[in-house]
């Protein structure tokens, strides 16, 4: 990630090809109280998102401010696999549990029978 | 490893998988599958993982990275990678063999939906004899007429109230001061009571009241229909006299002396009380929860002040939320030590968060539900005939503000219930759906409040970033899993807060 702090802004370079648009928004959402963002697609390759301070409040503009909100991008990428990778067994989760039982399945094995005592 | 060999062979048409099966090549190789989880980075340095279901997992930093990017290794790892699968977070194979189970405590988590609005509030009167700083709707002191609620709209309301599907109906009311309207209470006590029988509900009966006008005539009505009393206490008398003002008299005197009373004719636990902090509790956390303690009660309700109605109309009476937490904190602290003392006594925002935490349920907490609360678990009926969503809305609509209004009393449920009104608060009360809230690993835990996120920023879907609901709840939910894994002592104090009734 090419990233840096560049006079009043904090800007950072995502890979389109590591980077979800969607976690790139979801992450810059949370800073929308405090900076003014902006998001650009920079040769289909990456995501140019510049965040300037909006107030004058002590250390927007920082290290510590830069490494957390690189840190963030990260763990918003994540949580997006994540949501991602598990939405068809999060929807089969939620049918199964609103349904009335037309989703079950019959487990395997006998339930008079599980541990095989009468073999 | 020579029995193991036996075993299977003698006992191969057993029902257990074979032991290789359970060391699986794919396992061996780290193909496991995610299941849906969520995380977040704690200020102890360390990630908590949550899954679909509320169930919590607290891992070294980086755990989720890992997790995600396949390197859980079922032998080196192999506490994680039990943890992991033992918990739903992740599985052996695209969809979980106990999928079933995991569904069945989704559903669980969701119970609540199933039996629809249990609490109907009646605002039996808007009159009121104290003048306390904070109030939240507003003092009226005289025109019976205009401020008491009809016996037209009494009746238009238990109609309303009994056409819900749920079997478990609790009816309370509230005011101004409730007592003041004592006589539409007992005709309403007395209507309700029979459909009750009549359509086997079971009816729940609350008065909310600052109980100074409670008299012996009133509590022997109470005992005889198992009436419950709610009060308001905000602490040692300095305080509740400060925030609760009563002409010519003390509030705390009248309140204290009413719940001694109401406990010997009606019984201990059939009076209840609530605090609100102000600006002025804040300063004495220690003072407040030893005031609830002395007085036996078996837990206190720290709950911060409404940012409806009169009750932030100026200024002087709004606080940061940061001072919120620090007293909050202050006070669980105190709370802890009295329980280490030998005692058991709860704070209920607490046990709401470890009973979805620690335990397989969830609890009917309006604001803290998703969906949401409103209209689910509770609607109003207001002194004017009006219906608001929550006792919250009907506070916002004494400032001219009706956004949540649903109708009146003569409108039909259905209108009323899932009316266009009902639609429109439906599209927000979603938290899975909500930007700021679907990625958040607290999910579970919280709830969407539409109300809240209108009366304080304006418009009912919110935003989180600069959401108090949301920086107090996510502030509180962390300090309580630090503290679940300070020590084992503080741990089962919480774990019994959770799992007693």
Not at chain 2, 205 to 227: G, P, Q, T, W
């Amino acid at each position: 990630m090419e990233s840096q702090i560049n006079g009043d802004c904090l800007e950072f370079y995502l890979d389109i090809n590591l980077f979800s648009k969607d976690a790139v928004f979801k992450c810059a959402y949370w800073y929308l109280n405090h900076y003014s963002v902006d998001i650009k697609l920079i040769d289909t390759q990456f995501y140019k998102v510049v965040l300037k301070p909006k107030d004058k409040i002590d250390n927007l503009i920082s290290e510590d401010k830069f490494v957390e909100i690189k840190n963030a991008f990260i763990d918003f990428n994540l949580r997006d696999i994540v949501s991602k990778e598990t939405q068809n067994v999060r929807d089969l989760l939620t049918a199964k549990a609103f349904s009335n039982g037309e989703f079950d399945e019959e487990p395997p094995g006998s339930y008079t029978d599980p541990v095989g005592f009468t073999i | 490893m020579s029995t193991l060999e036996t075993t299977n062979q003698s006992k191969k048409n057993r029902k257990f998988l074979d032991y290789d099966s359970y060391s699986s090549n794919a396992a061996n190789e780290s193909k496991y599958f995610l299941l849906p989880f969520k995380f977040h980075r704690l200020k102890s340095g360390n990630e908590v993982l949550v899954n679909e279901v509320g169930d919590f997992l607290i891992a070294e930093n980086g755990s989720a990275n890992r997790i995600i990017r396949r390197e859980i290794d079922k032998i080196k790892d192999h506490k994680l990678y039990a943890d992991l699968i033992s918990g739903f977070f992740i599985s052996e194979s695209p969809i979980d063999p106990l999928i079933d189970v995991l569904a069945t405590r989704y559903r669980t988590k969701k119970l609540f939906l199933n039996y629809f609005t249990g609490l109907h509030i009646f605002v039996i009167s808007l009159r009121c004899e104290h003048t306390c700083q904070y109030c939240q709707v507003s003092r009226v002191t005289q025109n019976k007429d205009k401020y008491d609620m009809s016996r037209y709209h009494i009746d238009k309301g238990i109609e309303l109230m009994f056409k819900s599907p749920n079997p478990n109906l609790t009816m309370e009311f509230q005011g101004g001061e409730a007592l003041l309207a004592f006589d539409n209470i007992k005709y309403a006590v007395e209507r309700a009571k029979p459909i009750a029988k009549e359509l086997n509900k079971n009816l729940t009966i609350v008065i909310c009241s600052n109980l100074a006008l409670l008299d012996d005539e009133i509590l022997e009505y109470c005992k005889l229909h198992h009436i419950l009393l709610s009060a308001s206490l905000d602490g040692p008398k300095f305080i509740h006299d400060t925030n609760r003002h009563k002409p010519h008299a003390s509030s705390y005197d009248l309140t204290i002396q009413g719940i001694k009373r109401a406990r010997e004719v009606l019984g201990h636990d059939r009076v209840s009380a609530l605090m609100t902090t102000t600006k002025l509790s804040l300063d004495y956390p220690v003072e407040i929860v030893n005031e609830y303690f002395n007085l036996g009660f078996q837990g206190i309700f720290l709950r911060n002040i409404s940012p409806y109605g009169f009750a932030l109309r100026t200024d002087k009476a709004k606080y940061d939320t940061g001072k919120f937490i620090d007293f909050y904190k202050t006070a669980l602290n105190r709370i802890l030590e009295i329980n280490r003392s030998g005692h058991f006594f709860t704070e209920d925002l607490a046990r709401i968060f470890l009973i979805k935490m620690l335990t397989p349920f969830n609890v009917g907490f309006v604001d803290l539900q998703s969906p949401s609360g409103l209209i689910n678990g509770v609607i109003v009926y207001n002194y004017d005939g009006t219906v608001y969503a929550t006792d919250e809305s009907r506070m916002l609509a004494e400032q001219k503000d009706y956004t949540f209004k649903l109708g009146t009393l003569d409108d039909s449920y259905e209108d009323l219930y899932f009316g266009d009104k009902a639609q429109e608060i439906s599209e927000v009360w979603i938290n899975e759906s909500l930007a700021g809230c679907s990625e958040c690993a607290f999910q579970q835990y919280c709830g969407a409040d539409p109300v809240h996120n209108h009366a304080t920023q304006g418009d009912m879907y919110g935003f989180r970033p600069t959401s108090d609901f949301c920086k107090k709840n996510m502030e509180i939910i962390e300090y309580l899993m630090e503290l679940l894994h300070s020590d084992d002592e503080t741990r089962k104090i919480l774990e019994r807060w959770a799992f007693i009734k």
